[in-house]
């Protein structure tokens, strides 16, 4: 263009022209835009026997700054006469591209009760005001074949089958009982002991019984070791000494020595006892009623020679135990206190117990329920 004479005309063409280039700038910044939606919708299967059930998707993908709206469908309606939605998932919105795109998909599940080949139109979506469309789509659906020449004959629904028996079933139940078998006596157990006063168990030991010649010989030897007596107090020295062969006679020959006087104890020895030694244990008698009885002062050799006798008498009348013999177990019982804890103890036992029970029978009849209903 020539404008050397004309200048003013050529500065205004000269703006328009720059005009014009940042509107064509601006159209090309906003047209990507509409281009960055998609829409697309696809069949599981295009083709299918009546009856059958087929998967619808459409996919959109999208600005994540747009606003959707999906068709309008919901279940039972029909897509067109003869394609029936019979379920639908919630849309399913993934994100792509740092958070820029969206990309939301939502699934349909079809059906078609008459063979045909169904023209399924493109399906409409709307980002922000604009409209977008999917492709069309095309189902065949094919009938079953029928016996045409045996029409009329119709064939009843059969019974109801019995499953086979399987132990993989039932085993869970049958262990569950004989878990529940112990649980019971169990409680059944403790519920006795509690109404019977019963302690849960009973501390017993086994506890070696000193034979009576024994303890009657170191019963004596500690008398000897402590001379003092025979020298100052008689009477407590023979007191002393008659005990101690009292209680050897009640061991030895099983009769009540130390409640009877020393006469009838000579008396009840002359039956199966040895006379010699008879005469020793009745001087020593003797002795001991003069000293507690009639204050008689006795003499420090006197003295030991009683109580050499003594001790004669128990050697020469003692019996040897077989040291094979087991000992006898001794009971010891229980306090009002441990019998209070045991019996507490006895309680929780039974709570825990019961629980147990209620939640093993619970987990059985959830079973049941699960293979019968």
């Not at 409680?187 to 019977?196: D, E, F, G, P, Q």
Request: glycine share 2%; proline share 4%.
């Amino acid at each position: 263009m020539h404008c050397y004479k004309h200048t003013n005309t050529c500065k205004g063409m000269d703006i328009i022209s720059r005009v014009a280039a940042v509107l064509a700038v601006a159209l090309l910044l906003v047209l990507p835009v509409d281009a960055q939606v998609t829409v697309t919708a696809r069949l599981d299967s295009m083709q299918m026997f009546v009856g059958q059930q087929d998967g619808l998707e459409l996919e959109v993908s999208m600005p994540a700054s747009g606003k959707l709206q999906l068709p309008a469908l919901k279940k039972g309606m029909e897509i067109i006469p003869g394609v029936e939605i019979v379920d639908m998932d919630a849309p399913d919105t993934v994100s792509m591209n740092e958070g820029k795109q969206l990309q939301v998909t939502q699934r349909y599940v079809i059906t078609a009760w008459d063979s045909s080949f169904y023209y399924l139109p493109p399906m409409q979506v709307m980002v922000d005001s604009s409209v977008y469309e999917s492709k069309a789509l095309a189902l065949r659906v094919y009938t079953l074949d029928v016996d045409t020449l045996n029409a009329e004959v119709f064939f009843p629904p059969r019974d109801i089958q019995d499953l086979p028996f399987s132990w993989e079933d039932w085993k869970q139940i049958a262990y569950s009982l004989l878990a529940i078998l112990p649980l019971v006596a169990l409680i059944v157990a403790m519920a006795v002991l509690i109404k019977k006063g019963k302690p849960i168990f009973r501390i017993i030991r086994r506890k070696k019984k000193i034979p009576a010649h024994q303890v009657a010989i170191s019963e004596i030897e500690r008398i000897k070791a402590q001379r003092t007596w025979a020298k100052e107090d008689s009477k407590e020295y023979y007191t002393l000494l008659t005990d101690a062969l009292r209680t050897y006679i009640q061991e030895r020959y099983a009769f009540s020595a130390m409640e009877m006087t020393s006469s009838e104890i000579i008396e009840r020895l002359t039956q199966d006892g040895d006379q010699k030694s008879l005469d020793e244990l009745r001087e020593i008698f003797r002795t001991a009623d003069l000293v507690k009885f009639a204050k008689w002062s006795t003499q420090i050799n006197e003295n030991d020679a009683n109580l050499v006798a003594a001790l004669q008498y128990v050697n020469e009348t003692k019996i040897e135990e077989d040291p094979n013999v087991q000992p006898e177990p001794e009971v010891i019982k229980e306090t009002d206190k441990q019998r209070q804890l045991q019996v507490v103890a006895m309680r929780v036992i039974i709570l825990i117990a019961v629980i147990v029970i209620a939640f093993i029978l619970g987990s059985m009849a959830w079973r049941l329920y699960d293979m019968f209903v």
